[in-house]
């Protein structure tokens, strides 16, 4: 009964480790490949018999490569550690074109704690990589109109406080030492309608090395301008 349950156990984590879209893998200690699931295919455009029995470096970018034989290399000289080991690295298509993926691998040992094999799962995050420069341009294009324009803008949050003024506000205002306006928690109030820069605003001010703070300005508030 329980040799059965054995197989049926197995037989169904074979069954889900080769329909997972992610490549789920082996390799014994010296990194050569033990197991491997069909997710290869997709991958690498290689079959599962194209890698199996080489080491996993042959198929890995250069700098990835010296980032996991790092990891090795700490893992096999730490009898008593977990061995887990999360990050980028860089395969290799048969086409010969770098795919950016996510390894999560950990370490397996026998029943005396000895290190025989290192067990993961690999995932593409081509199209994440894709999305994050997209959505860097976009901000970096977004951000190049916002510093182009003579007017001032002011971005705040809900509660009214500023998270970012543009260049030409900065100018205005002589902020241009200022490298992030979020954590001083300005209140839009702060720049508009006011008699002098509230005194906690002048020493956050003074703290980031802001030499000049602006004690007043014109701007029109309920119809009346206010100096």
């Keep these: 009964k ?3 349950a054995l197989r049926e156990s197995e037989a169904r984590f074979q069954r889900l480790a080769e329909n997972a879209q992610d490549l789920i893998w082996r390799t014994d200690r010296e990194g050569r490949v033990e197991y491997l699931n069909q997710a290869v295919v997709n991958l690498l455009d290689l ?6 029995g080489h080491r996993v470096f042959e198929h890995i970018s250069e700098s990835s490569g010296i980032q996991l034989r790092e990891w090795i290399t700490s893992t096999v000289a730490d009898e ?16 010969g ?29 081509t ?33 009214g406080v500023v998270t970012y003024i543009n260049d030409s506000a900065r ?18 109030s702060y720049f508009f309608c006011r008699d002098e820069v509230h005194e906690d605003v002048r020493d956050a001010l003074e703290r980031t090395r802001a030499i000049k703070i602006v004690t007043s300005v014109e701007c029109k508030c309920d119809d009346s301008y206010y100096e």
């Design 80 to 95: 008593t550690g977990l061995g887990q080991f999360r990050g980028e690295i860089e395969h290799i298509h048969k086409s």
């Design 97 to 125: 074109r770098l795919i950016p993926c996510e390894i999560s691998a950990t370490v397996v040992r026998n029943e005396l704690g000895k290190l025989v094999a290192f067990e993961g799962i690999t995932r593409d995050i």
């Design 127 to 159: 199209k994440r990589k894709r999305a994050e420069e997209a959505l860097r341009e976009s901000e970096r294009l977004y951000s190049m109109a916002l510093n182009n324009t003579t007017d001032m803008i002011f971005v705040t949050a809900a509660d």
């Design 47 to 52: 079959s599962p018999e194209d890698v199996l």
């Design 171 to 188: 100018r205005e205002y002589e902020l241009e030492e200022l490298d992030e306006i979020s954590p001083l928690r300005l209140h839009l």
């Design 2 to 4: 329980t040799e059965r």
